[in-house]
């Protein structure tokens, strides 16, 4: 069975750090891309980072740019969002998903409408909440 746990959600102020993961089980995530979505209370999914298969480009949606940072291990089978300078509209449930089609990893993350809905592989979310 193929799954991805996410993990690392937690509480934080305001200007601080976390780092989540998407573990793999019961696949290598070194033939998919993955992507990271979040979807905010009464807020539709977005698409936020995207990394392909060899790790060789990356993309992040324009709020996160430059503050959060996309990264895989394929040894660990796990890939990483590192999220600093948090703000309190950072506050949603997070996601990854995995997809040996990296193009259209990438379009769901950019936004094309409905397209998350042909990945591959969902986790279950992790929560972060931005707040003092």
């Known amino acids: 069975q193929l799954q991805l746990v996410e993990s690392g959600g937690a509480l934080v102020q305001p200007g601080g750090s976390l780092r989540l993961s998407c573990a793999a089980s019961?696949?290598?995530?070194?033939?998919?891309?993955i992507g990271w979505f979040r979807q905010a209370p009464g807020k539709e999914r977005e698409g936020v980072s995207y990394i392909s298969i060899s790790s060789g480009s990356e993309y992040y949606v324009g709020s996160v740019k430059g503050r959060f940072t996309i990264s895989r291990d394929n040894a660990k089978n796990t890939v990483y969002l590192e999220m600093n300078s948090l703000r309190p509209e950072d506050t949603a449930v997070y996601y990854c998903?995995?997809?040996?089609?990296?193009?259209?990893?990438?379009?769901?993350?950019?936004?094309?409408?409905?397209?998350?809905?042909?990945?591959?592989?969902w986790g279950q979310g992790t929560r972060v909440t931005v707040s003092s």
């Open positions: 019961g696949f290598s995530l070194d033939a998919y891309a």
């Open positions: 998903a995995a997809d040996k089609t990296a193009p259209l990893v990438a379009s769901a993350v950019a936004g094309t409408r409905d397209t998350y809905k042909y990945l591959e592989v």
